[in-house]
């Protein structure tokens, strides 16, 4: 999917969220609130729908540094990139089940088909669709592919092998940036909710 077309997407589910909880909360806010109960029957039905773009608006943001920083992709549409050593790059295109390696900014697929990946020292190591596996060198370029298992695990020696699929990859890389820019969201939005509550409620 395209990124225009994902934005659009969720767009259009986080509005219909926003209505929804929003209704949810009239009731509530109509039986357990006595004093400036219309003002805060409105609040409560716009509470959500402001938690939600506030969130997602600072996300974006944070998405936008973190792929800036890591030299990665977005995260959004249907293009993945993940930086590798000496200017090569992980790459995949509609699903990342299926991966290539090749320079940075150039087109020329390296290995492609994989589905299997561990950086080891200066090596990538892997496994592709067909099922064998390779050895790719990020300091001089060369490749072994089509390797057996018998004959990839001698090359690899007393070396540990943990190859995880191209998706844990992409999520390993990133993970604790998203993990800590999505509690930085998260506060900011719960305080821009609490300001906003407390301003609407002065008079």
């Not at 993940?82 to 090749?102: C, F, H, Q, R, W």
């Not at 940075?104 to 561990?118: A, F, K, V």
Request: proline share 3%; glycine share 8%.
């Amino acid at each position: 999917m395209g990124m225009l077309f994902v934005l659009i997407f969720w767009a259009i589910v986080f509005v219909v969220l926003s209505l929804i909880l929003g209704l949810i909360t009239l009731p509530f806010s109509y039986f357990l609130c006595k004093r400036q109960r219309k003002r805060k029957m409105v609040l409560s039905f716009l509470t959500p729908g402001i938690f939600i773009g506030i969130y997602t608006a600072s996300s974006l943001v944070c998405m936008i540094i973190i792929a800036i920083i890591l030299g990665s992709d977005i995260g959004i549409g249907d293009g993945w990139a993940m930086p590798l050593k000496n200017g090569y790059e992980l790459t995949s295109v509609d699903t990342p089940e299926y991966a290539n390696i090749n320079r940075r900014n150039d087109p020329e697929c390296l290995i492609d088909g994989i589905t299997h990946i561990q950086v080891v020292g200066d090596s990538v190591i892997g496994k592709g669709a067909n099922g064998n596996y390779f050895i790719f060198n990020l300091k001089n370029g060369d490749k072994e592919d089509n390797l057996n298992y018998q004959n990839f695990t001698t090359k690899m020696k007393s070396r540990s092998i943990t190859l995880v699929n191209n998706n844990t990859y992409y999520w390993e890389q990133r993970k604790v940036p998203y993990i800590i820019a999505g509690i930085f969201c998260l506060l900011i939005t719960i305080l821009a909710i609490k300001t906003l509550w407390r301003i609407a409620l002065i008079y």
